[in-house]
């Protein structure tokens, strides 16, 4: 694996909902499901149901997004552009899985993924030589996200780059 950074910003509310869907799961295995007799198991069913959802969810609905960023930590990073691209036109066709991901998809990211798209792809052209390509991702991404920090980074050391040749 290559040491490609990252970036992984953290929404506190949906870790928030994330904790309270949680324990209402331990409650309801604990009281409604297993009983008094079984209820030391409801943490441990609680997590590996938690889980399993989880990575079903992230596995099938953000299955190109998982690739291009797998791709990515490769260094395969001309492959990885096709992946950030479906994965940009499924959350642009589908914006409420990315607007409320912290339930369709058990995400407590605080950057969607379509934002990820854009800027992981001009990560990409970046990478493989095609600046030109890159900024104009970096600006989609702006427009589109225009408190992207990443995007926003990206632009300035592009330009501090170019300023100093």
Request: a positive charge.
């Amino acid at each position: 694996m290559s040491r490609v950074p990252i970036v992984y910003r953290v929404s506190w509310p949906a870790l928030g909902l994330h904790l309270l869907c949680f324990l209402a799961l331990v409650w309801m295995l604990k009281t409604v499901w297993y009983g008094e007799k079984y209820s030391g198991y409801a943490v441990p069913a609680a997590m590996l149901a938690y889980m399993a959802c989880s990575l079903a969810l992230r596995s099938t609905i953000a299955a190109s997004h998982r690739s291009a960023i797998r791709l990515v930590r490769q260094g395969r990073f001309e492959e990885a552009i096709p992946h950030y691209a479906a994965s940009y036109e499924f959350f642009r066709r589908h914006a409420w899985v990315d607007r409320f991901r912290a339930v369709t998809l058990f995400s407590f990211s605080g950057i969607s993924y379509r934002e990820m798209a854009l800027v992981g792809s001009a990560f990409c052209h970046t990478q493989i030589g095609e600046g030109r390509k890159a900024r104009e991702l970096y600006e989609r991404a702006l427009s589109e996200f225009p408190n992207s920090g990443m995007a926003t980074t990206a632009l300035n050391v592009m330009d501090a780059g170019r300023q100093s040749n």
